[in-house]
């Protein structure tokens, strides 16, 4: 008897059971199609049932439960039931994703949560107000992050799932949920780059790891992103390289340099 054969089929059925259960605990949206009537638009489901009546004119593509309506020629947002869940008062409006959306107001490019909420005002320089600091756009774009944390000035944008952040002219390092995870007591800090962040204290700069701890100590006026396992550095008003571990990989010996490009 060819046991390895039956071993495989016996193999073959339990993934598939699994998988199936697996498969009837997904929760899929189900999908609707619009139907227009006297300029309305009102949503039906594949077995031609009216899900919601036609009263808005919208779209019938929900994301993450809503979907925006004109009423009036305002904007507001509808649940998957046909129920007003954020009033007509925009003059235009986005999907939402990541639990936002971005909308205009009265010329204001705006963010706001799911219960309408503004979270952000996009300012002149690309940036958005956010509470007492203002947010980078990187971090809206990226990872569509949005928390109130009153008490940080700036954000410098996620990299590798961590972002520095300044307060009260300090820096640290948040992640991508807003929680701080190295306090801020450097001068100055920089994006991580193949598992280190260069950060500045009393004009030199080093780098520590994502637990905070340093791995190359402060004796350098310039840190450069890592890319490559190599570093450009600057010491005495010269470059050279270093790698990950701090050993100087290229002399530091040269009046200008630029960072390696990996190609």
């Known amino acids: 008897m060819n ?16 998988s199936q259960k697996a498969l009837n605990n997904i929760e899929v949206e189900e999908k609707l199609y619009p139907i227009y009537v006297d300029g309305k638009t009102g949503c039906i489901n594949q077995k031609g049932q009216i899900i919601i009546l036609p009263r808005f004119g919208n779209s019938c593509d929900y994301a993450e439960g ?32 990541y639990g936002f959306a971005a909308v205009d107001k009265n010329g204001q490019s705006l963010y706001i949560d799911k219960k309408g909420n503004v979270l952000a005002r996009r300012i002149a320089d690309g940036s958005y107000e956010f509470n007492d600091g203002y947010i980078n756009e990187e971090f809206i774009n990226n990872y569509g992050y949005l928390r109130v944390l009153n008490d940080i000035d700036y954000y410098e944008g996620f ?24 306090k801020p007591k450097y001068d100055k800090a ?25 791995v190359i100590k402060t004796e350098y ?5 890592f ?16 790698d990950q571990k ?5 002399d530091i010996i ?10």
């Not at 990299?159 to 948040?174: L, P, T, V």
């Not at 006026?221 to 992103?225: F, L, S, W």
């Not at 701090?246 to 290229?250: E, S, T």
């Open 190 to 214: 920089r994006r991580f780059s193949e598992e280190l962040a260069a950060v500045y204290v009393d004009d030199k700069c080093g780098y520590i790891n994502k637990q905070g701890m340093f």
């Open 254 to 263: 040269f009046e200008d340099a630029n960072r390696f490009l990996m190609v």
């Open 159 to 182: 990299k590798e799932g961590f972002s520095a952040f300044s307060k009260n002219d300090k820096w640290g390092f948040i992640d991508r949920s807003g929680d701080i995870v190295i």
């Open 3 to 18: 046991y390895q054969y039956i071993f495989l089929i016996i193999l073959f059925t339990l993934i598939s059971s699994c």
């Open 246 to 250: 701090g050993m100087v990989a290229i």
């Open 221 to 225: 006026e310039y840190c450069g992103k």
């Open 227 to 242: 890319n490559g396992g190599l570093a450009l550095v600057e010491k005495q008003d010269l470059y050279g390289y270093i």
């Open 66 to 97: 809503l979907t925006a309506v004109r009423i009036k020629g305002k904007y507001g947002y509808i649940n998957r039931k046909g129920e007003m869940v954020i009033k007509p008062q925009f003059d235009d409006a986005d999907d939402f994703k």
